[in-house]
C-alpha cells in the first residue's frame, strides 16, 4: 500500500511538472509607432508598385478583403481587423479614403495604413468590419470608388511631425449612421439617420486614430468594367498597344484634359468581375504591366 501511494504521488508530481515545462508562455504585446511612410518602389507578387503622394486621388476599381494576421502595418500600427482600416499599394500613409460601394451605394471612410493587395486586379483591401458595413459579398470583391479626403490627410501627416509620434488608442465604438440622398436634380439631401445608436458629431481638429463607423448612402451606379491599358500622348504609341491587345478586343479612345489630348488603351466591358480579372491576367502576360481593371 506504501509504495502505491508513493507511486501515486510520484505521476501525479510528473504530470504537473510536464505541464509547467510545456506550458508557453503569452505572446508579447505589440506595441505600434505609428509615422509617417511614402517608400521606395516595391516588388509584390512579381508586380512592381510605385508609391507617390497623391492627395486628390479619385479611381475606380476592385476591393478585396484584408487577410492580414496579426502584427504591424506599414505605417507602424497595430494591425486591427475590427477597425475601418484598409491597404492600397501607392499612396503616403496613412491617409483618409473615402470608399462607395457602387453594386448598393454605401459609403465609408476608412483610414489607409498598410500596403497592398499584392494584385494588381485589386485598387485597395478593406479590413473585415470595413467590408462588413460596406456589404461586400461573400467572396471579398465589389466595384467601387475611391476618394481621397485631402483635408483629413493632410491634417493626419501634421498629426505625425515628421515621425512615430503617435499612440494607438481604442475609442468607443462610434454610431453607425446613413445620410438619405434626393434624386439628382430635386433638393437636398434629407437629414441623417441613425442605424443602431447615436450619431456621431465630428467635432475638434484632430483625426481620431480609430475612425467612427458611419455609413453614407448613395446611388448605386454597379457602371461597366472596363480594362484600361495605359494613357499616352500620341495616338501611334497606344495604337501599337492595342494592337499587342487585339485578343481581346482593345481599342484606343480619345481624350482631352485641358490642352492636351490623351489616348486611352481599352478593352471590355466584362459582365463579371471574374471575367475583368482573367482579361487582366491576359494583358499583364502581354507585357502590358499598365493594365488596370476600372469601372465606368
Known amino acids: ?36 511612410e511614402l517608400g521606395a518602389p516595391y516588388q509584390a507578387d512579381g508586380y512592381w508598385f510605385y508609391p507617390s503622394e497623391a492627395y486628390t486621388l479619385d479611381e475606380t476599381g476592385v476591393a478585396a478583403v484584408d487577410t492580414g494576421t ?9 494591425r486591427d481587423q475590427m477597425a475601418l482600416t484598409a491597404a492600397m499599394q501607392t499612396i503616403q500613409l496613412p491617409a483618409i479614403v473615402d470608399v462607395t460601394n457602387l453594386e448598393n451605394g454605401r459609403q465609408i471612410s476608412v483610414r ?7 494584385s494588381p486586379g485589386r485598387v485597395i483591401a478593406v479590413s473585415p468590419r470595413a467590408a462588413l458595413l460596406l456589404a461586400m459579398p461573400a467572396g471579398g470583391a465589389a466595384r467601387v470608388r475611391l476618394r481621397i479626403d485631402e483635408q483629413l490627410s493632410h491634417r493626419l501627416v501634421e498629426q505625425m511631425g515628421g515621425g512615430p509620434k503617435l499612440t494607438i488608442a481604442a475609442v468607443p465604438q462610434a454610431a453607425i449612421t446613413a445620410q438619405a440622398l434626393p434624386p439628382p436634380g430635386q433638393g437636398q439631401a434629407g437629414p441623417a439617420q441613425t442605424i443602431g445608436g447615436v450619431q456621431t458629431e465630428q467635432t475638434g481638429a484632430r483625426v481620431p486614430d480609430r475612425l467612427p463607423e458611419q455609413i453614407r448612402m448613395t446611388y448605386a451606379n454597379p457602371g461597366q468594367l472596363v480594362l484600361q ?4 500622348g500620341r495616338f501611334t504609341y497606344a495604337n501599337a498597344v492595342a494592337a499587342r491587345l487585339s485578343g481581346l478586343g482593345a481599342s484606343v479612345v480619345s481624350s482631352r484634359d485641358g490642352r492636351q489630348r490623351n489616348y486611352v488603351v481599352q478593352a471590355g466591358p466584362y459582365p463579371t468581375i471574374a471575367r475583368a480579372d482573367a482579361a487582366l491576367d491576359q494583358a499583364l502576360r502581354a507585357g502590358v504591366i499598365d493594365a488596370r481593371i ?3
Open 1 to 36: 500500500m506504501i509504495d502505491l501511494h508513493r507511486a501515486a504521488i510520484f505521476l501525479l508530481s510528473a504530470l504537473g511538472l510536464s505541464g509547467c515545462l510545456h506550458r508557453r508562455p503569452p505572446p508579447p504585446v505589440l506595441s505600434g509607432h505609428p509615422h509617417y
Open 70 to 78: 496579426a502584427g504591424l502595418t506599414a505605417d507602424g500600427e497595430v
Open 112 to 118: 489607409v495604413n498598410d500596403r497592398g493587395p499584392a
Open 294 to 296: 476600372t469601372v465606368q
Open 229 to 232: 491599358c495605359g494613357v499616352f
